[in-house]
């Protein structure tokens, strides 16, 4: 498979090139040259078949054989060795639980693909990589976790300060060693802004071999694909395919599901839930697309004003409204919605949904209220614990914390804080 831009102005690239580059030379984001279809047996039989092997055939065509298969099989199986349960809500609606992997958001299915594939191709590479992430809460946990302790890769982390949870800062702040965190006195926005300029930056990659583990990474991008596949799987509501409902932020997560019913996967309908960051909302409205400064929210990690996803969707419907407003809806929730969403579901019942999950819940209720012969199922993309304020402000309740995190708390935070401004940001890699 060869990977192109979509800005058009780069030479094609391959898996390798793609995944260590992480975007374009043009600063566009690569885009497989052909969608491959899924072979009829995988769906005919993907109850008989395990998550390895659905994971392996998915991912195959992509990689083609720049990962030997005994290698690609490992990756995979490491990818995906957590469980991903589709449980029942309540009639005609179904959760994804994505978060029961090592730092409970469903981010990590993509880093510990991606930190692996690297891992793979740099092993005999002399220079150094250094891994720059910007994060609006769960990236950045499930980044430097996938990437800890790789040797030849560096990982620096930006966060908005203030603006993550206790339990995704303490998760991207105290494990140290090849990880280091930036505080960044700013929004998601401001820096994402600083990741990109310092890889626009001559002087910078002079001195380092920089690369993105941002969602704009085809090996992030990609493997998000299985887990709508695991979704099917375990699909047996109804005869007809579920309608699923995406919160999205930077979109990188519809836009792996989206791929996968393009290759083949029976899906119905995809909704993205979005917070007050509605820009794809209103543009599914007016069919213009207008980036606003990001506004904070309950739901943290869908805080974007700017989703650079975008283009992959546009892409992938040749950048036909008609065709793109047919296969996805979109919803904007307001925090009080989600609040009382988490309580409702939790009272009736007996669920608790993280803020992420609440708003796509809600969406999801909204489009099944005008269909109602589908059913569905959204995406429950954190643990609950995650944002315990929210969580227990709803449902009154304490969130029980699992073991994995209460040893976390205890640990002490490691970090540089930094006013969002790109010279010191550049002092800082150059030192
Ligand atoms: C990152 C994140 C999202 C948004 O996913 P995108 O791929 O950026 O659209 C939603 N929920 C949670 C919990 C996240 O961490």
Known sequence: MKYYSTNKNS?????????????????????????????????????????ETIAFNVIKPYVGDEIDEKDLLRIVSETVNFPIPLVNVNDGIFSLELFHGPTLAFKDVGARFMSRCLGHFLKDEKKKVTVLVATSGDTGGAVANGFYNVPGVDVVILY????????????????????????????FDDCQKMVKQAFADADINQKLFLTSANSINIARWLPQQFYYFFAYKQWDYKRYPPVICVPSGNFGNICAGILAKQSGLPIDHFIAACNINDVVTEYLHTADFKPQTAKPTLSNAMDVGDPSNFIRILEMFHHRFPELKNNLSSFSVTDNETLETIKKVFVEYNYTLDPHGAVAYLALEKYLKDHPDMSGIFLETAHPVKFPDAVERATGKKTEIPVSISSILQLEKQCTKMSATYQLFKNFLLD
């Open 11 to 51: 030479e094609l690239a391959s898996f390798k090139e793609a995944t260590i580059r992480g975007q374009a030379p043009d600063k566009g984001l690569y885009f497989p040259e052909a969608i491959p279809q899924v072979d009829r047996g995988l769906i005919g039989n993907i109850k008989e078949l395990s998550n």
């Open 160 to 187: 908005p300060s203030g603006k993550v949870s206790p339990v995704q800062e303490k998760q991207l702040t105290t494990l140290g060693k090849n990880i280091t965190a930036l505080e960044i006195e700013g929004t």
